[in-house]
């Protein structure tokens, strides 16, 4: 009996420790200076290491902060607001698809036309057709 009393109270003790040690998320001033990066740049090859320079963090340091201040990935969150400018894109004209990949950040149309796909569930043809 004292023994499964004695494991109960190490594993309470193991929980609060666990809560208490939660990333803070990236403070207003630096993640709003990477996300202003982010979508100035949308065709630049943007990665971990430029993103993370941009406000002084490491790379791992940037990468936990920027999830718990955003709920995702810098590289996620990099590739929606592609996605969202190629949607707007697609909605304003007849703007080839190879130049609204390229004008978005994307290395070819078949990786723009798979992203668009997994994230909207159509073609970036289809969509605009559909429009």
Request: charge should be positive; charged fraction near 20%.
């Given at each position: 009996m004292a023994a499964l009393a004695t494991r109960l109270l190490y594993a309470v003790r193991s929980e609060k420790t666990s809560v208490t040690t939660r990333i803070s998320p990236l403070p207003p001033r630096p993640l709003r200076r990477v996300l202003d990066r982010m979508r100035a740049n949308l065709s630049e090859n943007l990665n971990l290491a430029t993103l993370a320079a941009e406000i002084g963090y490491s790379r791992a340091h940037f990468r936990r902060t920027f999830r718990a201040a955003t709920g995702q990935t810098?590289?996620?969150?990099?590739?929606?607001?592609?996605?969202?400018?190629?949607?707007?894109?697609?909605?304003?004209?007849?703007?080839?698809?190879?130049?609204?990949?390229?004008?978005?950040?994307?290395?070819s149309h078949a990786h723009l036309t798979a992203a668009f796909r997994s994230r909207f569930g159509v073609s970036p043809s289809a969509y605009r057709r559909n429009l």
């Amino acid at each position: 009996m004292a023994a499964l009393a004695t494991r109960l109270l190490y594993a309470v003790r193991s929980e609060k420790t666990s809560v208490t040690t939660r990333i803070s998320p990236l403070p207003p001033r630096p993640l709003r200076r990477v996300l202003d990066r982010m979508r100035a740049n949308l065709s630049e090859n943007l990665n971990l290491a430029t993103l993370a320079a941009e406000i002084g963090y490491s790379r791992a340091h940037f990468r936990r902060t920027f999830r718990a201040a955003t709920g995702q990935t810098p590289h996620r969150y990099l590739l929606n607001l592609r996605l969202e400018n190629a949607r707007a894109l697609l909605a304003s004209g007849a703007m080839p698809l190879i130049d609204i990949a390229a004008e978005c950040g994307f290395s070819s149309h078949a990786h723009l036309t798979a992203a668009f796909r997994s994230r909207f569930g159509v073609s970036p043809s289809a969509y605009r057709r559909n429009l």
